[in-house]
């Protein structure tokens, strides 16, 4: 059989140890972070170098199976689900800091290494990495690459291609590349990050470090209802101030945070915001009095101030914790992520609570409210008949209200199996069929994570006029050609 | 919103010039290639869209071609690329006309598309702090329908004229890189057309977006060669309240010549020797940028080989007087000379010495020529490094850039040969190499064609050539723009 050829021969260009075929332990991988998708890998390779993934790779296309990349596999979509047929590379051996280089602001680190380490490697000299997915003590820069990971900061910060500098990577047909935000021509650094592994693997990054700002301010306002905070952000945003972090939950999410970590916000809030100011002191100050003006004109009726790490991590708690935090208030959730321009948060919610309401379907409330970053949380009872296709319904209906209103389908969690369906709704043909023109391009024979993004696998075909020759297919004797 | 603006036509470009051929019947690709047995010409007219014949301002890197259509939508520009591609035209897309003259010239260009009637600002959602706008709109028009609403387009581009698609196509950014990112941070979604006419759209409306690839980012820098950019979305920022530009001039490097710190005059002749800037302005770069005043730009200017450098730093936003105090100290302490506060914008001319002000020096976001514009671009501990390179060649280059984006633009005299050029050009390559420069040749005279390598060794080439065939197997887009013949 075809892979289990192809497993003898990968084994002999790893380590010993590093292919994994026996099937309980291939159970191990079998779902990242979107754990109703499963599916158990073919094999399972941990390469420690970019030229053992090379060799891989290259073993796949000479056998035309296909391979998926995974880091920690906390991803959310279902962007690192195996293939029965295929090679999961899993890079978890691979979590080397290469080189702090402060004076260049600037790290080189191999794919493996989390994004929390990063920052934990220069925090001392006053530096760290802004992407902060709130997976970040455990999911790899590796994943971020792949996902275009965000965070609660990417408001003022942006996301990992923006903090990406160049990018070794294997493509698809197994050769090693350097993408570099120097290249002239085409950013295809910029149309990499992001690509959810379909245009290849990561193999090592070089991540812009950032100079730890001098003071970080942190608020917590409560407020009686979600329309009164959504009104501050709007006065906030528009008063010329851009925070490094607004995030807002609802009622619902309140309690789910105080039932798990007991938070203690403040009783009886319909909404919490949570505003983090930082930058230069001097800036922060008079930012932060404006802030707080804003807060209690537009109803707050009770303002926390943190200025000390600790009392900021007290505040950030119950934002932190609110996903796991809903398995307290309900038995199964399902985390939605979609983008909606901020202005038309307001309508939103109200037509999210519409919708919970007609299906007897509870949805907790948690986002980014600067960028419009919703992540409403599914609540269902998964023993009781027919309550998980009616929370399956409302998450999609979500999706439906964010593209009506000009936002997208995902803001940070990716596309991977779950969504691509709505890839359609949000894209024409001729969008995806463009796209898929990059696809091609990197990876003609479709080996890379196949499956994922786009609903409808493109045709590549033969570039006219550009390979010359016998194909190897007629070749080898495996195709004739008429 | 429809906001229409007024974009003032590329110099030159009236001057229609009527040549022999332009009524031809050009043949397709194969037999029937030309649609319905039209001519290329009556095809394009045949789109409604208006079309002329091209004149002398209308040539490409000194290429001319036959035609020039002015769409007014993207759908008026798939219907001109289906036309082209039924008559096997090579076309070029053109905005303001202000970098035609960078990059190769094309194989061939028979159709020109200006895009001068994009020019409709289609959606200011400034609540939402993003605005959609076709891509002819010219960088200045769009400032100012923004800053009616105290907004901006972070991207301080260097020069006057320019489109929004043209900034895009040869992604060019200005001083303030250093905070907002170039054009490729700011850009949030894109319309296309392809080759083949295909209308194609990535991206969208809202900041945070992760939804499929990002076509925007590939069409960055891409320099017509994969399609036309009809319509941008872009992310903005509250125009900040309060500017203070701090800035210090560092002492002239030692030259050969005078064994000593150079005169400060541009005739200033020799070599920059030795370890070279009595400041090094590469350190003064990587403290500035380390700041936690966090300025949102710091700029060198310098006429190379001997000339006083120049450095200004900006600082804007919310408490900018105690912020442009803090950079004023940190450089008043690296160059040595305690500041002097200038008074609105006045700053000792010619002396040493820190100033600050609210108006930028005159030379700030200015390309530093225009004929013969080079771009070195190296990780900032290089940056001294870079500048001997330059300097030890002797000749007159005029630095300006970003210092501590470590990006410069380098302008030699116009009427620098090209055998000149190239040496320069390779020279300074092989000096900057090993620090992890990289050098490009943005403009030069392209008659007689010097034996430069514009590009230089791209190791992403095997990669864009394999994009590009996909995207223009016919090669008609902008054929040979790019490096690598791309």
Redesign the interface.
């Given at each position: 059989m075809t892979l289990d050829e192809l497993v003898r021969r990968v084994a002999g260009v790893l380590p010993p140890g590093a292919v994994i075929t026996d099937p309980v332990r291939l159970r191990t991988y079998e779902c990242d972070g979107l754990t109703h998708h499963r599916v158990v890998p073919g094999a399972v390779v941990l390469p420690e170098s970019a030229e053992q993934i090379a060799a891989v790779v290259r073993l796949c296309n000479e056998y035309g199976v296909p391979f998926v990349a995974r880091g920690a596999g906390t991803g959310l979509s279902g962007g690192a689900l195996p293939r029965t047929d295929g090679v999961l590379i899993v890079t978890s051996k691979m979590r080397r800091i290469l080189q702090v280089?402060l004076?260049?602001?600037?790290a080189v680190v191999e794919p493996g290494v989390t994004n929390l380490a990063i920052t934990e490697a220069v925090r001392e000299h006053g530096y760290y990495y802004a992407p902060d997915p709130s997976s970040q003590q455990v999911c790899t820069i590796g994943g971020n690459v792949a996902?275009?990971s965000?965070g609660a900061h990417?408001l003022k910060y942006?996301?990992t291609?923006?903090h990406v500098l160049a990018l070794e990577i294997v493509?698809p047909d197994g050769?090693v590349?350097?993408?570099?935000a120097?290249?002239?021509?085409?950013?295809?650094?910029?149309?990499f990050v992001?690509?959810e592994g379909t245009l290849g693997i990561t193999t090592k990054v070089t991540v812009r470090l950032s100079?730890?700002?001098?003071a970080v301010t942190t608020l917590l306002a409560a407020f009686e209802n979600i329309e009164q905070g959504g009104q501050a952000v709007?006065a906030i945003?528009?008063g010329?101030?851009?925070p490094a972090a607004i995030e807002m939950m609802d009622a619902l999410a309140i309690a789910a945070a105080e039932a798990a970590v007991a938070c203690g916000y403040p009783a009886g809030a319909g909404a919490v915001l949570i505003v983090e100011l930082d930058?230069?002191e001097?800036?922060v100050?008079?930012?932060f009095a404006e802030v707080e003006r804003v807060c209690r004109d537009s109803g707050a009726f009770e303002l926390r101030t943190a200025a000390e790490p600790e009392e900021r991590a007290a505040i950030w708690r119950g934002r932190k914790s609110a996903f796991a935090a809903v398995g307290r208030i309900s038995p199964a959730y399902i985390v939605q992520d979609g983008?909606?321009?901020?202005?038309a948060l307001p309508q939103v919610l109200a037509s999210i609570d519409r919708l919970s309401a007609e299906h007897g379907i509870r949805v907790a409330n948690v986002f980014?409210a600067g960028?419009?970053?919703l992540h409403p949380l599914v609540l269902f009872d998964d023993a009781e008949p027919g309550a998980g296709e009616r929370a399956e319904l409302v998450s999609g209906r979500i999706l439906d209200l964010c593209i009506e209103h000009?936002?997208?389908?995902?803001?940070?969690?990716?596309?991977g199996v779950d969504?691509s369906r709505y890839?359609p709704k949000?894209?024409?043909d001729?969008?995806?069929?463009?796209?898929q023109?990059?696809?091609?391009?990197?990876d003609p024979r479709g080996l890379s994570n196949p499956g994922k993004?786009f609903p409808t696998p493109r045709l590549?075909g033969e570039?006219?006029?550009?390979r010359k020759g016998v194909h190897p297919l007629v070749e080898s004797g495996r195709a004739e050609q008429f | 919103m429809d906001v229409p603006h007024e974009n003032t036509p590329r110099p030159g470009a009236e001057e229609v010039l009527r040549g022999p051929g332009a009524e031809e019947v050009l043949r397709g690709p194969g037999a029937g290639g030309a649609m319905g047995g039209l001519s290329a010409k009556e095809a394009l007219r045949a789109t409604g869209v208006t079309i002329r014949e091209a004149g002398s301002g209308d040539a490409v890197a000194g290429v001319m071609p036959r035609w020039v259509a002015l769409p007014e939508s993207t759908e008026e520009v798939a219907a001109l690329m289906r036309v082209s591609a039924g008559h096997d035209l090579a076309v070029v897309p053109v905005g303001g006309g202000t970098r035609l003259h960078w990059g190769n010239p094309p194989e061939r260009c028979d159709l020109l598309v200006d895009t001068c009637c994009l020019n409709e600002i289609l959606e200011h959602a400034s609540g939402d702090l993003v605005v959609r706008v076709q891509a002819g709109v010219t960088t200045e028009s769009l400032a100012e329908t923004l800053a009616a609403r105290g907004q901006e387009l972070a991207l301080d581009v260097p020069l006057g004229g320019a489109t929004v698609g043209g900034v895009l196509a040869t992604a060019v950014a200005g001083p303030r890189r250093l905070r907002y990112g170039t054009a490729r941070d700011l850009l949030i979604g894109v319309t296309v057309v392809l080759a083949d006419g295909t209308v194609a759209r990535s991206g969208g409306k809202v900041v945070k977006n992760v939804a499929g690839y990002d076509l925007g980012k590939l069409f960055t820098g891409s320099y017509g060669t994969l399609g036309i950019i009809t319509e941008a979305v872009f992310r903005l920022h509250p125009i900040a309240p309060a500017r203070r530009w701090i800035t210090a001039e560092l002492p002239a490097p030692r030259t050969a010549a005078t064994g000593s710190e150079g005169s400060g005059s541009p005739m200033g002749p020799g070599t920059v020797e030795g370890s070279g800037f009595p400041v090094s302005p590469g350190a003064v770069g990587v403290a500035l940028a380390a700041s936690q005043a966090e300025p949102s730009a710091v700029e060198l200017d310098w006429l190379a080989p001997s000339g006083v450098l120049t450095v200004s730093a900006l600082v804007e936003g919310a408490a900018t007087e105690g912020r442009a105090a803090a950079v004023r100290d940190l450089l008043g302490g690296m160059t040595g000379r305690p500041g002097t506060t200038g008074e609105s914008g006045e700053w000792p001319v010619g002396s040493y010495g820190v100033a600050e002000g609210d108006k930028a020096p005159d030379w700030w976001g200015v390309l530093p020529g225009e004929e013969v514009l080079l771009e070195l671009r190296v990780p900032p501990s290089g940056v001294d490094g870079a500048l001997r390179a330059v300097a030890r060649r002797g000749l007159p280059a005029r630095v300006r850039g970003s210092l501590a984006s470590a990006v410069l633009r380098i302008a030699l005299p116009p009427e620098t040969g090209g055998a000149e050029l190239a040496g320069f050009v390779s020279a300074v390559r092989e000096e900057s190499g090993p620090l992890g420069g990289r050098l490009t040749v943005l403009a030069a005279p392209h008659e007689p064609a010097p034996q430069v390598d514009r590009w230089g060794p791209v190791g992403t080439l095997p990669l864009m050539r394999r994009v590009k065939e996909r995207f223009d197997p016919d090669r008609r887009m902008s054929p040979g723009r790019l490096a690598g013949g791309i």
């Open positions: 280089d004076e260049n602001r600037r996902e275009n965000g990417c942006g996301f291609v923006n493509t050769d590349v350097t993408l570099d120097d290249d002239p021509g085409y950013d295809l650094l910029g149309a992001g690509s100079r730890a700002p001098q709007s945003i528009g010329g101030i851009v930058g230069p001097a800036e100050r008079r930012q983008v909606v321009p901020r202005t980014h960028d419009g970053n000009g936002g997208s389908i995902t803001g940070e969690h990716g596309v969504k890839m949000m894209f024409t001729d969008d995806l069929d463009t796209m023109l990059v696809r091609c391009a990197f993004v590549c570039v006219p006029g550009v | -």
